[in-house]
């Protein structure tokens, strides 16, 4: 073993896996005040929810289109929204595993590049899709680009906010896949009128557009550095600190004051890689109590959401005799609500705590939801007041399920992040997806009231019981170092000395 030395500060001297150093690299961003850099990442990063949001909701606003003669592709409505939606979701949970586990062994720039880029090529070519077998394809690609990105993005996201601030970014950019909801909902409406674009050209440019948005976002990230975080551990001890260093003097440059120094250090052995083995080992022998709030969390709000969106038109339809074309300004608006939900909630999570806040939102959108199909069932309901209360409900709901990524991407060691975030993701969307779908679908289509207040009793059973599981198991991790809350594996000491050699 060959010893690096202490960074002074700065972040370390000499490269290479296998070396012991001592760095300040994680008190030195934690202590940053936000700044033009903090946008940079924000914007660079965290609008892949939007193209998310975009995605899911314009293809299933143009399945009807698709299956009509002249759409251009010879495919029936119900290949969109049955096979196409499955291979998106297997996409998506596939993606997030190989690419997490990428992404933790490569670093979080490489592959955040990469996964872009898969989403852009393949959504690219989903807009000229001929047939078929070439429209499923490239919607499992568009998921398996889309699902890289979670994992990615989450990680370098957490590990390069302060942690004063980690908690209200993390969820309003998940709760922003919201946005691009809304925005898809109304871009199909505008893109599929065809006084405005031919039968065969509508649905394409709504395709097209997202590439476009796609290409704006690769042209921001290219600026996002890379994690010093995931530098140091990995035996880039000097860059890490080049990195940091050079923010610092931005920031002071920016603020016209000297920053203070850190406080903290912490001793590791780099590594070049984690196996399966030892990330398995970490989540469920050392954490298991983490893990378990972690798929309830991911479990709990994956149902709520398929109780009620996943049937929410043919509801709207079938219950209320509104026009079919008429259902996606209904989404629309429950789509604002759950963005408000975390964009307005979100400071909370870092000042109240994330304990009190994440077993909150949980416990009362699943009691808010019972309440609702009680109300439902009794038939008190409107179209207009039925929208309202999946409104409220969501406001919630919304910002609870943004606590869950922000959960599994800060209560693990910096090793195993990103394979971790994909793993409660899978599993997550794999019961949205699969299981929810195959619940609901008979009950919110029957036609019977009692069967579609049993599929909301259903989904807020589950996010209740989420909710307890919280309330116990919830870290307290707000405004806390990502190395307090959970000390790297290949950590020697998770704090040195408080007064070291001078930062920066």
């Given amino acids: 073993m060959t010893a690096i030395g202490h960074d002074g500060g700065q972040g370390g001297r000499g490269d290479g896996p296998g070396g012991t150093i ?23 990063l965290g609008t892949v929810w939007i193209l998310d949001g975009l995605e899911v909701t314009v293809v299933g606003s143009i399945a009807s289109r698709l299956s009509e003669p002249g759409s251009g592709l010879p495919i029936a409505d119900t290949q969109v929204t049955g096979v196409a939606a499955a291979l998106y979701v297997a996409g998506a949970c596939i993606g997030a595993l190989v690419f997490g586990w990428l992404t933790d ?15 852009l090529a393949a959504t690219a070519l989903t ?10 394809l490239f919607r499992f690609l568009t998921g398996f680009g889309i699902g890289g990105e979670y994992a990615a993005i989450n990680s370098a996201i957490d590990e390069l906010i302060p942690s004063r601030y980690r908690g209200r970014v993390d969820l309003v950019i998940n709760g922003s896949f919201w946005l691009g909801a809304m925005g898809g909902s109304l871009l199909s409406v505008l893109m599929l009128n065809t006084n405005f674009f ?3 050209v509508g649905w394409r440019l709504t395709f097209a557009l997202g590439v476009v948005l796609g290409l704006v976002i690769l042209l921001v990230r290219r600026n996002v550095p890379e994690s010093p975080r995931w530098m140091f551990i990995h035996g880039r001890a000097e860059g890490a600190g080049e990195l940091v260093a050079a923010a610092e003097r931005r920031i002071e440059d920016e603020t016209g004051r000297r920053l203070p120094e850190p406080d903290q250090a912490i001793t590791i052995k780099t590594r070049k890689s984690t196996g399966f083995i030892e990330i398995a080992r970490t989540l469920f022998r050392a954490y298991p109590r983490r893990a378990v709030l972690g798929l309830a969390l991911f479990i709990g709000q994956a149902f709520l959401y398929n109780a009620i969106t996943f049937g929410f038109g043919s509801i709207l339809v079938q219950f209320f005799d509104v026009p079919t074309g008429d259902t996606g300004y209904y989404f629309a608006v429950i789509a604002f609500g759950n963005f408000l939900g975390p964009a307005l909630l979100c400071r909370l999570f870092d000042t109240v705590g994330r304990r009190v806040m994440i077993s909150g939102t949980y416990l009362l959108s699943g009691v808010l939801l ?3 199909a009680w109300m439902f069932g009794n038939g008190w309901l409107s179209a207009a007041t039925m929208t309202a209360c999946w409104c409220v409900v969501l406001f919630f709901a919304s910002a609870g399920a943004s606590s869950a990524y922000l959960t599994v991407s800060e209560v693990f060691p910096m090793e195993t992040r990103a394979l ?13 997806g699969i299981t929810g779908p195959l619940i609901f679908s008979d009950l919110t289509r029957s036609g019977v009231v009692a069967d579609t207040a049993l599929a909301f009793s259903i ?3 589950l996010m209740v019981a989420a909710g307890l599981v919280a309330a116990f198991l919830a870290i307290p991790a707000e405004q806390r170092s990502l190395e307090d809350i959970a000390e790297p594996l290949s950590a020697r000491a998770a704090a040195a000395s408080a007064h070291g050699p001078p930062g920066g």
């Fill in 198 to 200: 031919a039968l065969n």
């Fill in 127 to 136: 807009a000229i899709a001929f047939s078929a077998w070439w429209f499923f």
């Fill in 105 to 119: 062994r490569y670093g979080r720039k490489k592959l955040f590049l990469i996964t872009l880029g898969v989403y």
């Fill in 22 to 44: 001592t760095t300040k690299v994680p008190a030195r961003l934690d202590r940053l005040p936000w700044s033009r850099l903090h946008w940079v990442i924000v914007i660079g």
């Fill in 370 to 372: 019972f309440i609702t």
């Fill in 420 to 432: 971790a975030i994909a793993f409660f993701y899978a599993i997550g969307t794999a019961a949205g």
């Fill in 459 to 461: 989904g807020a059973a």
